[in-house]
């Protein structure tokens, strides 16, 4: 990690620790509805414009939503299967928005894993998409996190 990364913001986002095996641990919980959705064309996946539209960007105002999906970049399907080997959250403060009706990762997972990672945590009524939803919330998390809070 760069030297000059003070803290790390999570937004509804997978934290996997070093070497472990994500999509076992996810598996622990009850597998959201995006998962559905998915569909692969070769090492890449994307979601189909339904689970897209209800799953991922549920509380994005529906033009939005559409131009989002109409131009949403493909996964590669280690995305869902890599391991990290370093967890950066062990050495650098940590702040996680949990995304409370996400559709896409289960809530009680980011929950759990910004308990894991002793996250500063807030946690807002939003789909995936948050960081697109609560803009202000997530910018104000962000800040706190770069000291200016």
Do not use: C
Not at 1 to 11: E, I
Not at 52 to 70: H, I, M, N, T
Request: glycine share 6%; aromatic share 8%.
């Amino acid at each position: 990690m760069h030297q000059n990364v003070s803290a790390l913001v999570y937004v509804a986002a997978r934290a996997p620790d070093a070497n472990e095996d994500f999509a076992a641990l996810a598996k622990t919980y009850p597998t959201p509805p995006a998962s559905a959705g998915i569909v692969y064309g070769g090492e890449e996946g994307r979601l189909t414009e339904e689970a897209f539209l209800r799953d991922f960007a549920g509380d994005v105002p529906e033009a939005r939503a559409k131009l989002l999906y109409a131009t949403q970049y493909p996964f590669q399907k280690t995305l869902l299967a890599g391991a990290v080997t370093d967890a950066a959250w062990h050495s650098k403060p940590v702040y996680y928005a949990v995304s409370a009706e996400d559709r896409t990762i289960n809530p009680e997972l980011q929950r759990y894993l910004a308990k894991r990672m002793e996250a500063k945590t807030i946690e807002l009524p939003a789909s995936h998409l948050s960081i697109i939803s609560h803009p202000r919330e997530v910018s104000e998390l962000i800040l706190e996190a770069a000291g200016h809070g």
